[in-house]
């Protein structure tokens, strides 16, 4: 995830310049091959597409499908079926430590638990050759995990774990009795009508239109679009699109997805040591200006997804195809800074 170094950039580059004018340089530029936002406030929609990219278009979100699974994890608790306090070994059997890990330190990332993502090979941001078509089921990923030792006891740190989010899915079957993808998508796919959302599962493809995903592989450019991403299963396989995030992120932080209580606890954020805290599925990122904005990023290889609503309701969807030379850090940053500052 590049969600860190991005935020920890210090230098801002703003000068009030209009998110299109800015998405339009970064594919002159050849930060990006393609890049669209969409920005909304009491004023109404506003979206641009730059390079391949379409304001339709779908692209893969990454982490974003981090807040999609804990939303319906509180949604549970809501149900009186889950607790946020429960140990995780009362759901999944076999997690380290798990008489002691809670569901909330699975949620927000101070379980301790190792992230499989981390072992060579067993990242989606990285180039995997054809091993990138390989279908994997969650609990290889969670064996991948649990054969390293945690990285520090429950509770006594922080560390961004893909784990964490497989064992949340995992929580969600053990609790329905349904794969996970299926309560997301009665829960919150079908009541707000995202029709350009999906779970690919061991799918390749993305529905059209879509912006194709570029890496660098031995000092060339490869096309890296098609890729099965059961590697992320619940921690980053979904896609989307910025119509559908907006809706989503404003059901969510509006408060008609969870009860007041629940959404409160997903707003409760651990530090990180870096410019974000993190909360239950929720990253709330300080701006420069001195301004919060709440919701989550996401990376899978080719595509960067960043979903982020402030609390007067003004929301902004940034997805973007990076090239090797890749968009500045402190040019993702002016632009929310020139967008909620």
Same mark, same amino acid.
């Given at each position: 995830?590049?969600?860190? $170094?991005?935020l920890?950039?210090?230098?801002?580059?703003?000068?009030?310049?209009?998110p299109?004018?800015?998405?339009d $340089?970064?594919?002159?530029?050849?930060?990006? $091959?393609?890049?669209l936002v969409?920005?909304?406030?009491?004023?109404?929609t506003?979206?641009?597409?730059?390079?391949e990219?379409?304001?339709?278009?779908?692209?893969?979100?990454?982490?974003?499908?981090?807040?999609?699974?804990?939303?319906?994890?509180?949604?549970?608790?809501?149900?009186? #079926? %889950?607790a946020?306090? +429960?140990?995780?070994?009362? /759901?999944?059997?076999?997690?380290?430590?798990?008489?002691?890990?809670? %569901?909330?330190?699975?949620?927000?990332?101070?379980?301790g638990?190792? =992230?499989?993502?981390?072992?060579?090979?067993?990242?989606?941001?990285? &180039?995997r050759?054809?091993?990138?078509?390989?279908?994997?089921?969650?609990?290889?990923?969670? =064996?991948?995990?649990?054969?390293?030792?945690s990285?520090? +006891?429950?509770?006594?740190?922080?560390? /961004?774990?893909?784990?964490n989010?497989?064992?949340?899915? #995992?929580i969600?079957?053990?609790?329905?009795?349904?794969?996970?993808?299926a @309560?997301?998508?009665?829960?919150?796919?079908?009541?707000l009508?995202?029709?350009?959302?999906s779970?690919?599962? *061991?799918r390749?493809?993305?529905?059209?239109?879509?912006?194709?995903?570029?890496?660098? %592989? =031995?000092?060339?450019?490869?096309d890296?679009? !098609?890729? *099965?991403?059961?590697?992320? &299963?619940?921690a980053?396989?979904?896609?989307?699109?910025?119509?559908d995030?907006?809706?989503?992120?404003e059901?969510?932080?509006?408060?008609? !997805?969870? $009860?007041?209580?629940?959404?409160?606890?997903? #707003?409760?954020?651990?530090?990180?040591?870096?410019?974000?805290?993190?909360?239950?599925?929720?990253q709330?990122y300080d701006?420069?200006?001195?301004?919060?904005? &709440?919701?989550?990023?996401g990376e899978?290889?080719g /595509? !960067?997804? /960043?979903?982020v609503?402030?609390?007067d309701?003004?929301?902004?969807?940034?997805s973007?195809n990076p090239?090797?030379?890749?968009?500045?850090? @402190?040019?993702?940053?002016?632009?929310?800074?020139?967008v909620?500052?």
């Amino acid at each position: 995830m590049k969600i860190t $170094s991005l935020l920890l950039a210090t230098t801002l580059v703003t000068g009030g310049t209009p998110p299109a004018d800015q998405l339009d $340089s970064w594919v002159a530029n050849h930060w990006a $091959s393609a890049a669209l936002v969409r920005v909304t406030d009491a004023t109404g929609t506003t979206a641009h597409a730059a390079g391949e990219a379409r304001v339709d278009g779908h692209f893969r979100i990454g982490s974003v499908t981090k807040t999609f699974v804990a939303t319906v994890v509180l949604q549970l608790v809501d149900e009186g #079926r %889950v607790a946020l306090d +429960d140990p995780v070994a009362r /759901y999944v059997d076999g997690v380290p430590k798990g008489d002691r890990i809670t %569901v909330r330190q699975v949620l927000d990332h101070t379980s301790g638990l190792y =992230d499989y993502a981390h072992d060579e090979g067993w990242s989606t941001n990285r &180039w995997r050759g054809t091993a990138r078509f390989r279908s994997y089921r969650p609990q290889e990923l969670l =064996d991948a995990a649990f054969s390293h030792p945690s990285n520090f +006891d429950p509770g006594q740190g922080w560390r /961004y774990s893909n784990t964490n989010y497989v064992v949340a899915g #995992r929580i969600i079957e053990r609790i329905t009795g349904r794969p996970y993808g299926a @309560e997301i998508t009665t829960r919150i796919i079908e009541p707000l009508g995202l029709e350009h959302t999906s779970l690919p599962g *061991n799918r390749p493809t993305l529905p059209h239109p879509h912006a194709r995903g570029y890496t660098e %592989v =031995d000092g060339r450019l490869v096309d890296a679009t !098609l890729m *099965n991403p059961s590697l992320d &299963w619940a921690a980053g396989e979904m896609i989307s699109t910025t119509s559908d995030l907006d809706r989503f992120l404003e059901a969510l932080l509006g408060g008609h !997805l969870t $009860s007041a209580e629940s959404l409160a606890a997903m #707003r409760t954020t651990t530090p990180t040591g870096s410019i974000f805290a993190y909360g239950l599925g929720l990253q709330r990122y300080d701006l420069p200006c001195g301004r919060s904005v &709440w919701g989550h990023g996401g990376e899978l290889i080719g /595509y !960067l997804t /960043y979903a982020v609503r402030a609390d007067d309701g003004r929301r902004a969807v940034l997805s973007y195809n990076p090239l090797p030379g890749e968009v500045p850090a @402190e040019a993702v940053i002016g632009l929310f800074s020139d967008v909620f500052c």
